[in-house]
């Protein structure tokens, strides 16, 4: 019997929004092997890009623990070595050239028709053909944004979402851009800034973060891109040192924050890509329209577990769908 809402929320969270924890387990040795896998290609082919494997990073919802249930990718940026290629700090956020000055670099058949420029689509082709050579995946194939390589492993539900990359001497990143040139990203600073805001409100925001990606994905309203959601839900907090460990406390203030935001402009934390909230004005007037009738259910909810714990429950249900558990 479920009676009580705060037993409803932990089973929630446990049984329908966290990630399973054997499936995380594996995805994490999953990716131990697909790093041996990727070491042994360049090793044994002379035709594959020399890595820098110590800058090689794990990124994604998965790397920073924000991901939902169920786990559908996992991302991993390869570092390559650049072999004396050089690129103008100077040209923007994208679209940069990378110029292969050594014509014996391994980097060099990767140029475009000027002998000259990388172009980041054929070092992605490499990738796709060099990897659906290993076994265990069942399929490897350029994302449509052209910017990873996405590997489908046979015994898994979950893919694998590889991007090409340099480490650059002022310490950030530049990976494929999806026009064959590059562009610059360092997603250490999204992880860095999950893991301060969460750990300056005493470990609670991850558990907040999932259950309202939760939401988010219901079909009650356009879904809202993950990781605009992520940007906003950690700019709420990141002035907070309070947030509780019984989220349905902090779902109402959240849901009054996203209806206020959604037509504001959201920030890349990052500093690389301007303004992350790229929504339609349709998208935003039905986000805004859910997210304040939820926020009045939550209210109504958080009410009524002190008067009428039945219908504190039918409200919460009415905000996460059918899946929270009803009260019997």
Request: net charge neutral; charged share 25%; glycine share 4%.
């Amino acid at each position: 019997m479920t009676t009580n809402i705060n037993t409803a929320f932990t089973t929630f969270l446990s049984d329908t929004v966290n990630l399973d924890p054997n499936d995380s387990a594996k995805a994490k040795q999953d990716r131990v092997n697909l790093e041996t896998r990727i070491n042994q290609i360049e090793t044994n082919s002379s035709s594959f890009p020399k890595l820098l494997s110590e800058h090689n990073i794990h990124f994604g919802s998965f790397s920073r623990r924000t991901k939902k249930r169920p786990l559908d990718d996992v991302d991993m940026m390869f570092c390559l070595n650049a072999q004396g290629a050089t690129y103008n700090e100077f040209a923007g956020n994208e679209g940069i050239d990378i110029y292969v000055n050594d014509t014996n670099s391994n980097l060099y058949r990767f140029t475009n028709d000027d002998n000259k420029t990388l172009n980041s689509i054929k070092v992605l082709n490499n990738f796709k053909i060099e990897l659906g050579n290993i076994y265990e995946y069942r399929s490897s194939e350029i994302n449509t944004r052209q910017e990873a390589v996405r590997l489908q492993l046979t015994t898994r539900d979950w893919s694998f979402d590889i991007v090409p990359c340099f480490y650059t001497d002022v310490d950030n990143y530049l990976i494929p851009d999806g026009q064959g040139k590059w562009k610059k990203t360092d997603p250490r600073i999204d992880k860095d800034r999950t893991t301060t805001i969460n750990q300056a409100n005493s470990g609670n925001v991850l558990n907040v973060i999932r259950i309202i990606k939760f939401w988010n994905s219901r079909p009650t309203m356009p879904t809202i891109p993950s990781y605009l959601l992520e940007v906003m839900i950690l700019n709420y907090y990141q002035w907070r040192t309070s947030a509780s460990s019984y989220v349905d406390l902090e779902i109402p203030g959240l849901l009054a924050h996203i209806r206020d935001k959604i037509y504001s402009v959201v920030t890349d934390p990052k500093g690389f890509q301007g303004n992350l909230n790229n929504l339609t004005l349709d998208q935003k007037s039905k986000i805004y329209s859910r997210a304040h009738e939820d926020y009045n259910k939550s209210i109504e909810a958080r009410v009524a577990e002190n008067t009428d714990i039945e219908e504190c429950f039918r409200k919460w249900r009415q905000v996460f769908g059918t899946t929270f558990p009803a009260y019997s």
